[in-house]
């Protein structure tokens, strides 16, 4: 009878009938250990490597603004903020910022015009009442037209691009 420690998953050994009674069969098959199956990576990392520390950056901020790496502009400070990130930035061990590109969010064309294009009633206001004043100064109507304001237009909403640049202060 088999020793009952051994696991039932595995096949007994089986009986040697040349072989004396009371004596145990040898194994001629080895077992091999059981093998961990590998990171999909393959090899193994180096003790000795570290993954590189995290670095915040002060964000920039700029409109519509094409850069590319490696490229050297003249970047005017108009603002507050962007005093302060350029400020940090001048402090900070490597003198480094992240310039993101913000651009407005257009509206879902309604389907009012024939092509699906966003009508643009400003422009189009701007342009009749140029040609009506002009038309109104050329018939020689004495007077000034009565001013109407043109209604406040609505906010506009921006976007963050995906992509920054890491630019370096100078």
């Avoid at 072989?19 to 003790?47: C, L, Q, W, Y």
């Avoid at 519509?64 to 003249?74: N, R």
Wanted: proline share 14%.
């Amino acid at each position: 009878m088999p020793p009952r420690s051994r696991n039932s998953s595995q096949p007994a050994p089986e009986a040697d009938p040349s072989a004396a009674p009371g004596t145990r069969p040898e194994s001629t098959a080895s077992v091999a250990p059981a093998v961990k199956p590998r990171a999909a990576g393959g090899a193994r990392k180096k003790k000795g490597t570290r993954k590189p520390p995290y670095v915040l950056l002060p964000v920039l901020v700029v409109d519509e603004t094409l850069l590319l790496p490696h490229m050297s502009i003249p970047f005017p400070i108009e603002d507050e903020e962007a005093a302060r990130v350029v400020d940090r930035a001048s402090r900070g061990e490597h003198r480094h910022v992240l310039v993101l590109t913000e651009r407005p969010i257009l509206p879902e064309p309604d389907g009012n015009s024939p092509n699906g294009a966003v009508d643009d009633d400003g422009e189009l206001r701007a342009l009749l009442a140029d040609a009506i004043s002009e038309a109104a100064a050329h018939s020689g109507i004495d007077g000034d037209p009565e001013w109407i304001p043109d209604p406040e237009p609505e906010p506009q909403e921006f976007e963050l691009c995906g992509v920054g640049v890491i630019a370096e202060i100078a």
